[in-house]
């Protein structure tokens, strides 16, 4: 039998991730076994990680990176610029992204995909020039990305996301934003107005039912609730992606947006957060290519 064409991949294993510290000797053996060569690398204190694979990219086919959906973000912006394929290795807390792509929770079934499928465009999010695999939001879940500290994402996992949720949802208050899109502008009070690109977040959250990461739009929709309370009986329909459907949730398509707020906001994205408002989204269609069923 013809053997296959050596691959020679970057392997990148974030150890701060929930299950960064794990071996991933099993994960090697598979992707060894199907004639990829990895050459491990970790940022120096000078780089982040997109620079690092900007650096490596010349002398490798993919780049394998294991770690959670804040990991990826930050290889991004390298994964764009080198057009280097992408291999998840999913070691974080949620894995939402890995999720939307139905890469499977365990890193050797996810070596597996790597090791014999075939690399698909899908699009990114942009907002103020930060590229996002998942979701970009503003107010609720920004405050929560601030508040869920490392030390409780390890110790607590998905559950984590539930404690502080609960704790901030006691003293949380509407804001004003100013909403632009499709050549028209809307005045909303709202809770939490989130932009997505992929279709889960938030570990378990979905941003629309029917989303993909690779359908071209930008799902859009905000919190109108009159108390916090009201995101109980929304919970369900939060976790589905069908809270379009009640009549205090804004919900729409789009391509490109602005949000205004009447002082900054920060905004989180994919978990981590990276810029303030006024905040301009827009999909960067089929900008990256990464191994998935």
């Known amino acids: 039998m013809k053997r296959s064409k050596t691959r020679k991949a970057l392997l990148i294993v974030n150890p701060r991730a929930r299950r960064g510290a794990e071996s991933i000797d099993a994960v090697k053996d598979v992707l060894t076994a199907a004639n990829i060569s990895l050459e491990e690398a970790a940022p120096s204190e000078q780089e982040n990680l997109s620079e690092l694979i ?167 929709y905000s919190l109108e609730v009159d108390h916090w309370w009201s995101l109980l009986r929304l919970l369900p329909s939060l976790r589905r992606g069908t809270q379009g459907q009640w009549h205090d949730v804004r919900a729409f398509k789009t391509t490109e947006i602005t949000i205004r707020t009447s002082r900054p906001r920060p905004v989180n994205t994919d978990g981590e957060l990276k810029t303030w408002t006024p905040a301009h989204f827009r999909i960067r269609p089929k900008s990256v290519l990464v191994y998935a069923p």
């Open 54 to 220: 900007s650096r490596r990219a010349r002398n490798v086919d993919l780049a394998i990176i294991g770690g959670g959906d804040g990991t990826l973000n930050a290889a991004a912006r390298g994964l764009v610029y080198t057009g280097l394929p992408l291999g998840v290795l999913p070691l974080g807390t949620a894995n939402d992204f890995a999720r939307t792509l139905d890469i499977s929770p365990d890193p050797v079934e996810a070596a597996r995909i790597i090791a014999n499928g075939k690399p698909q465009h899908i699009d990114l999010g942009e907002v103020n020039g930060h590229l996002f695999f998942n979701v970009a939001s503003i107010g609720f879940s920004a405050e929560l990305a601030a508040e869920l500290s490392e030390h409780a994402k390890k110790r607590f996992g998905k559950l984590g996301y539930g404690i502080v949720a609960a704790r901030l949802l006691a003293r949380s208050r509407l804001f004003k934003a100013f909403v632009e899109h499709d050549g028209a502008t809307e005045i909303i009070r709202t809770l939490q107005v989130s932009v997505g690109n992929g279709r889960h977040y938030g570990g378990g959250m979905t941003v629309e039912e029917n989303a993909t990461a690779d359908d071209g739009w930008l799902d859009f």
